[in-house]
Every structure is written in C-alpha cells, then in structure tokens.
C-alpha cells in the first residue's frame, strides 16, 4: 500500500511539474480572462445608474480597452521577474478595479466621479494584459516551433471567456447583470492564483507527437465551443430556470476541464517510460545532478588585488563600448526572424503598419463590440437578445483566434502562405460586418456579431504571431504588448469621437423632436438606424484602410516567408531566453529533459530505446 502511494505521489508530482500542465493552467487563465468582452452586458447597467451619456460611457470603454492592451509594463516586469511575480500583481489588480466599479454600481458606495470609474476600469482591465503576459508568453516560449497553434489556442479561450463567464453569471445570479462585475473581479484573479507555482519556463523539447496533442485540445475547445452556441440559441428561444442555468453551467465546466485528461495521459506515458529506463536504485523522483566543475587558475591573493582595479576598469570600458554599440544599432536591426532589440522594434517600419492596421483594424472591432449593447436597443431588439449579442462575438472570437493559429501555421509550413497576407484577407471580411451595422436589416445584428467576433479574434492571433516571428521571441513579453498598444488609441478615436459623439448628437435631435429637454443626470437615448450609421461607415472606412497599409507588411516579409522560419529551432541554435529570475531559463536549444523519453529526431529512435 505504502509503495502504490508513493508512485501515486510521484506521478502527481511529475504532472504538476510538467510542460504540458504549464499548458493546460495556461488555458484555464485564459478561459476566464477576457471580461473586457462582457462590457457590453453590464454597460447599461452602469450608464443608467450612474446616470452617464453614451459619449462619456464610451470613454469609460475607452479606458477599459487602454487597459486591457497597455501591457508594456507587464512585459517588463517579466523580463526581469519569474511569470509569477506578473500573475499575482495581475490578481490583485483585476480584484480590486472590478469590486470598485461592482460598489459604485450596486449604490454601495457614493457615486464615483467619471475620472475615478475610468480608473477603477483601466485597473481592473489592465490585470489582463498581467494575466496574459505571465501565462501566454511563458507557454509561447515553452513551445516555440508551435506559437500559432499555442497562441490560437489560449487566446481561443481568451475569446470563449465571455460565454463562460455569462454561463456562470446566469446559474450564480440569474438575470442580475450587475452581479457580473464581481464575477469577474474575484474569478479570474482566484484562478490565476491557484495557479501561480505551474507557470514557469520550461526546457523545449520537441516531441514526436506534440501536433496531436495539440489537436485534441482542439477539438475539445470546438466541443466547448458547439456546446455554447447550441445552449445560447435553446436560451434565446425558451426561458431558462435556476435548475437549468445551473445545469448547463456544470457542462461548460467539465468541457473546460477536459484538456486535463489529454495532458494526465501524455504525462502518465512519460512518467512510466522514464520508470522503464532508469535503474531501480534511481526511480526515486528526486534525481541528483552533478554540478559542473569549473577550473580556477591558480593565483595569489596578491596577483588578485593587484588586476582587480584593472579587471574593473576594462569591465566598465567594455558595457559603456557595449552600451553605444547597442544606440547606434537602433536603426540598424537585424535580418527578420533574428532577435530584435526592443528600440530596434520600435523604431521599425514593421512595427508601425502593425500599430496602424491594429488602431483601425482592431480599434474599429472594439467599437462595434463595446456598443453591442446600445446598438440592441437603439434596433429594438429584446433585452435577453444583447447576452445573445456578446456570447456570439464570444464564441466567434474563439473560433476566430484557433482557425487563424491552426490554419495559418498549416498554411505557412505547407504552402510558406504568409500570416501578413491572412491579415489582410481578415481586414477585409472585418468591413463587411461593420456595413451590416450602418445599413441594419431585420437580425442583421446577429450576423454582424458573429463576423466581428471571429475576425477580432483572427486579428489577434495573427498580431500576435507575426511580432514573434519578426521581432525573434528574446524581448517577446514587452514587443508582444507594444504590438496590442494600437488598439486603444483606435478604439478611442473611433468609439468615443467617432460613435459616442454622433450617437448623442442624434439622441438629442431625437429629443428635441419630442419637444423635450434632458434632465440633469438623465442618460440620452437614441432610436432608430440612424444612431449608429454615420458611425460606423467610418468605421468601416479606417478598417478599409488598415487593409490597404497591412498589404505593405506583405510585400515587406514576402521573402521571409518563403524560408524556413523555424530552422533555427531545429538546428539547435542558441537563443538567449534566461531572465536572471531563478526561474529555469530557456535557451533555445531543444533538449531532452530528464523527465522525458520522447525521441528528438526519428533517426535517433534506436538509440532512445
């Protein structure tokens, strides 16, 4: 009995150490950490108690979308500190800005000033791009050779977030929308701090089977996924009870769970393998690692006093040698898919067609999904309809985000299909969707949800994706969020000049109308095609745009795509990921770890076994 408990206990703990339960925790972050896409369910709530205007409810979507993609400093933080540190900030700031705004929503403290909920949003937004920053880029790096299909994946959880959590909010609260915003002020901060000790970089290893895997964590998450929008379209058309909200709520979970068994059964093959190979003396899980020796020449205490101020001197030469080296190096990056500096980035052509498709590109999707709410009910629809709305652009934003990452990096490895031309063929579907808003016939607003969703999430995949593979994975955590920093400044231009302006200005035409003057505190409401319209065909006007500048990206990284991205993986060549943190660093050299027993090239199988 004893001996079956300590292989039960050493099993346990060879999975939880694992690089595939890095993954699986990974996903479950994400799968809770995108309540920037339920806004749209909790927005009236918070317009109508407060007593806001769409123009300064839109501000606060604003700030809302500038905190969830300004991530700079998260990507900071983790260059120099272990991705738990990053976690647990995150954590604690999603805690406190959501609970702020839940108070101020729910009378329980007085009504904040605007300035104050739109930091309370910017906080409680900004623990996201934390989240994503600690989990996401730490998986990315654990298994370079497949970022598109791991980041179309975990950020596919980011997009079916917003169904999740709407399936918990209904079997906790009912119809309560406002108790939503506690939801997501204590869930995805809970989760990420169960979940602090299994995110951490991991040595690379380059298994045989690893794209299969990959795939039945896919199919799971489109089983979730089918789940989702076959329970949204039976909750739209019947009326649900506790019972059943429940119900349904304890089958999105166990679907959410499910990767867990892909990842118990890949690790009990390993764990059992390496039982197999080792000595019977060595099954113990504690292995002993001989350090290495390293040879000091002899020397006397007086020769090391004596080239000690030299030592130092020719030390400080050499960083400040180093350091204008590093400046005049800025305009001078290397070839693409080196590793970049973070000033070389920034200072490049690519980044900025990136930053400008993103602000019109994704900046305009932001717009439509912050306004699902008013765009609703100014078109009549019920109110059960704007859940219906946001579990769409949910749902659609995952199928956007996992088709984007799985398709484009089947298309790139077999036909060098660049991920800059999937871009733009996105861009352009995106335009489509938004003249469905402005030119609205009878459920148009279904079909518009459903095509923003899934190109918001296609958009971020392939952001995403082609910053790493440009820009080289070294500085991945702060590039990664330089690259999100222009979805923001469009959100803002277009939803809080662009749609909130123009939606009051025919609210209060509307009013006049009526012979009728608006109250101090009174929120304006505008009815009708015509509230949105001039909106978004400028909208779809700078998404148009973006599409025409992402074609530059395409002719610019033509070349680069028809080469072998991935060599350097392959080819065992050295990148320099350690991050000084005592987390054990990646050095780009795939290895075979000690816990492993897959082979690292096929020709090599006899001897692995």
């Not at 040698?321 to 693409?336: C, D, G, Q, W, Y």
């Not at 992402?550 to 990284?557: A, D, E, G, Y």
Request: aromatic content about 12%.
């Amino acid at each position: 009995m004893g001996c079956h408990w300590r292989e039960m206990r050493s099993f346990g703990l060879h999975l939880l150490t694992g690089r595939w339960f890095t993954l699986f925790a990974s996903l479950l972050i994400m799968s809770v950490n995108g309540g920037a896409y339920l806004f749209g369910v909790y927005s009236n709530d918070i317009k109508s108690t407060l007593g806001y205007d769409q123009t300064t409810l839109n501000l606060v979507s604003f700030y809302k979308d500038l905190g969830g993609n300004l991530g700079i400093i998260s990507g900071l933080i983790n260059e120099v500190c272990p991705p738990w540190v990053v976690l647990a900030i995150g954590a604690v700031m999603n805690f406190f800005g959501y609970f702020m705004i839940w108070l101020a929503v729910t009378g329980r403290t007085p009504k904040p000033q605007v300035w104050q909920l739109c930091l309370y949003i910017f906080i409680g937004a900004d623990s996201q791009a934390f989240a994503h920053t600690g989990s996401l880029i730490t998986t990315v790096k654990n298994f370079p050779e497949s970022r598109g299909i791991v980041l179309g994946l975990l950020k596919g959880f980011v997009g079916l977030s917003g169904a999740i959590m709407t399936q918990l909010y209904h079997a906790l609260n009912g119809d309560d929308t406002k108790s939503i915003i506690l939801l997501v002020g204590w869930l995805p901060a809970a989760v990420s701090v169960v979940f602090l000790p299994a995110i951490r970089l991991m040595k690379v290893i380059k298994q045989k089977n690893e794209l299969r895997l990959f795939y039945s964590m896919l199919y799971i998450s489109l089983g979730l996924a089918s789940f989702l929008m076959v329970i949204i379209i039976i909750q739209k058309r019947l009326t649900f009870s506790r019972s059943e909200y429940i119900a349904s709520a304890v089958a999105v979970l166990i679907l959410v769970f499910s990767p867990l068994l892909v990842v118990a059964k890949e690790e009990f093959s390993a764990w059992k393998s390496t039982r197999l190979l080792l000595p019977s003396s060595d099954i113990s899980h504690h292995i002993q690692v001989e350090p290495a020796v390293t040879q000091v020449s002899p020397q006397t205490p007086a020769d090391s006093v004596a080239k000690a101020p030299e030592a130092d001197e020719a030390a400080a030469t050499y960083s400040w040698n180093k350091t204008i080296a590093s400046m005049r190096n800025v305009f001078h990056p290397p070839e693409l898919g080196e590793d970049y500096t973070i000033l070389q980035a920034v200072f490049s052509l690519d980044l900025l067609i990136l930053l400008i498709s993103t602000s019109c590109g994704i900046g305009g999707a932001l717009t439509a999904i912050d306004n699902l709410g008013q765009i609703g009910k100014s078109l009549g629809y019920p109110s059960n309809s704007i859940t219906t709305f946001v579990s769409l652009v949910s749902i659609w934003n995952y199928l956007g985000r996992v088709a984007a990452g799985f398709s484009s990096e089947f298309l790139l490895i077999k036909y060098k299909f660049p991920r800059s031309l999937m871009l733009t063929f996105v861009l352009a579907l995106a335009c489509v969707g938004h003249i469905l808003i402005a030119f609205p016939v009878p459920n148009s607003l279904y079909t518009a949800s459903v095509i923003i969703g899934f190109c918001v999430g296609a958009q971020w995949t392939l952001l995403f994706a082609i910053i790493s593979e440009i820009f080289g994975l070294k500085y991945y955590s702060t590039l990664f969020q330089f690259g999100a920093l222009g979805s923001p400044i469009g959100a803002y231009v277009l939803n809080v000049k662009v749609a909130g302006h123009l939606y009051d200005k025919e609210a209060m035409k509307q009013m006049v109308a009526k012979g009728l003057t608006r109250q101090s505190g009174q929120d304006l409401t505008c009815f009708g095609g015509k509230c949105y319209r001039k909106s978004f065909i400028i909208v779809a006007a700078a998404t148009l745009f973006s599409c025409l500048v992402s074609l530059i990206l395409v002719v610019r990284t033509r070349e680069f795509y028809k080469g072998d991205i991935y060599r350097k993986f392959r080819d065992g060549t050295k990148m320099d990921f350690a991050d000084a943190t005592g987390t054990e660093a990646y050095d780009g050299t795939i290895t075979k770890s000690k816990h492993e027993t897959e082979c690292i090239d096929e020709k090599k199988q006899e001897d692995c076994t």
